[in-house]
């Protein structure tokens, strides 16, 4: 049998992944139910034949592409744990400036949230865990998403956010919000990026949308207007080359005060805009 220090040096063997070595502690940690800090403390445990083989084929599905969050079944997101599975996007940490944009332009404690698209939930349980005050709904189409999310705000004790199904506003009953977010698809259907790395085992119905990336933006911010209260924002997510043509969008849907703001590498990643009192 190996010792964890032998399966540390392992990374050799992934190599499609430009993460390794973090894939590496990562699914050694998840197999044993060990923390990354723990198999540099214990480097001399000897793994079980049972233990050997969980790591050797979750190592072998790696270096064929598969996600380690898929692999592990887990992402962190804001500090929370999150559930995740092939029906939905794995949270992406580029979108916690969403989460950070939402909570510095809505500094109170009471306040109706929308998340739409809401996948794994990452967005509107960042938020309740933040502002417990917030009412806050999240929805979602995908059925299978619609579950995955219930699960993870269940297990998270976050009683400020119900999960829905919906196309979009579709299924929602007339009401109004302050705040809208949504991480909505944006992909442009021949980007080359989708044939690479982990998004090539995402659904590319939370990657894809038609009008080079910006139909459900589209859709979105048109509808938006009857949906968010006077004054309330709406606030997305989109590609790094896709700020101007959102802009233009949000404006011919008459939202006021419009702006893009950057991620750290400097890329306008979100555009809001509000509602005019
Ligand atoms: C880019 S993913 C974002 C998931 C999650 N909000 C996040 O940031 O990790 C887009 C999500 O929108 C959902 N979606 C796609 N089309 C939709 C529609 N017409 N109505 C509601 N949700 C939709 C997808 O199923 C997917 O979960």
Redesign the pocket.
Known sequence: MSTVKENLTRSAELTGSDSARLDIEVLLGAVLGRSRTWLYTWPEYELSVAEQQSFDNLLQRRRHGEPVAHLTGERE?WSLALKVNA??????PE?EL?VETALALCPGDRLRAL??????G??ALALASERPGWDIVA????AD?VALAEENRRALQLDNVRIVQ???FAQLPAQKFDLIV?????IDAADPHLEQGDVRFE?R???VAEDAGLA?IQ?IAQCSGEFLAAGGWLMV?HGWQQAASVRAIFAAAGLKDIESREDFSGWERITLGRKAN
Do not use: C, M, V
Not at 87 to 92: A, Q, V
Not at 115 to 120: I, S
């Open positions: 997101f029906s939905t996007l794995i949270p992406r979108t969403l998340d739409l698209g809401t996948g794994t990452a967005i929805a979602e189409k995908s998403a919906s196309d979009w949504s991480n909505p698809p944006y659904p119905s939370a990657l459900d859709s997510e």
